[in-house]
């Protein structure tokens, strides 16, 4: 029985399944120790395209991400100070928040990272979300060329809700942030804008009533960290203004150390 299994004979159970399912790779060998298997196995769930997976795997996969989230430490927002205007600073993971959505930094083709092991947001929502969130993520994006042509890619600020899967959060919403290719501009800045204004129309329109959001753009996107900051502590405070009552609570999640300054001299003002 699924239940009875241990955390070492689900991931070696998974490695196994994993390696099978790829094909290319199903002749690797299997490292020993256990941190080894976990980076494989994660690397391999990163290369995989979407698709489905036998009941079996797909029940081991479910249960050791929920227990490996569990080890994390899940963090609910009782645990997270806020504002009188609902609005918090988090600096950790955010794939530890137990809210109603996250934000996910997401790329045109909406499918996840593909670079095994990489450190981006994108990676690492869909790792310990687990392999259906890309799954649907293609299905949703099939539905979109189907309506707009084989063409299409997910426009920048159009937000894309699915289900959260084996992460805390219920929901993740996948934006795509504008890229600052030369030198920042005016229709950067309100695509960013956009990015959080629309998240969180969506959120009232879908009845989620928090959401953390991620430092959108920043990173390999090269948008300025502390004017992202500052574009984003705006955008939602004049949203909360013109629409109260309609969130519970909005969350800030930085990782470094410089963003989370950022954003504290944002909300001190």
Request: net charge neutral.
């Amino acid at each position: 029985m699924e239940e009875n299994k241990t955390q070492n004979e689900r991931l070696e159970f998974l490695v196994e399944a994993f390696k099978k399912d790829s094909v290319r790779y199903r002749d690797l060998r299997t490292p020993d120790s256990t941190e080894e298997k976990q980076v494989l196995l994660r690397s391999l769930m990163n290369i995989r395209m979407p698709g489905k997976l036998p009941p079996e795997v797909l029940s081991v996969q479910d249960s050791y991400l929920q227990r490996r989230n569990q080890e994390k430490g899940i963090v609910t927002l009782k645990e997270i100070p806020c504002n009188e205007e609902g609005i918090s600073l988090w600096q950790g993971d955010i794939t530890r928040l137990e809210v109603d959505a996250i934000v996910n930094a997401a790329n045109s083709q909406m499918l996840g990272c593909f670079i095994p092991m990489h450190t981006c947001i994108d990676n690492c929502i869909h790792t310990y979300a687990g392999v259906q969130l890309r799954e649907e993520c293609a299905r949703k994006m099939a539905e979109l060329r189907k309506r707009y042509g084989e063409d299409y890619e997910q426009p920048t600020a159009v937000p894309l809700l699915t289900e959260g899967y084996n992460l805390p959060a219920r929901k993740v919403i996948h934006v795509v942030g504008p890229v600052v290719e030369y030198r920042l501009n005016e229709k950067l800045e309100k695509e960013l804008a956009d990015c959080y204004f629309n998240v969180l129309e969506m959120c009232k329109d879908t009845g989620l009533k928090s959401v953390a959001f991620c430092c959108i753009s920043t990173g390999v996107f090269h948008f300025p960290n502390e004017k992202a900051a500052k574009i984003a502590v705006r955008t939602v405070r004049e949203w909360l203004k013109k629409n109260p009552g309609k969130m519970e609570r909005v969350i800030f999640n930085v990782f470094k150390d410089t963003d989370r300054r950022y954003y504290e001299q944002e909300l001190e003002r």
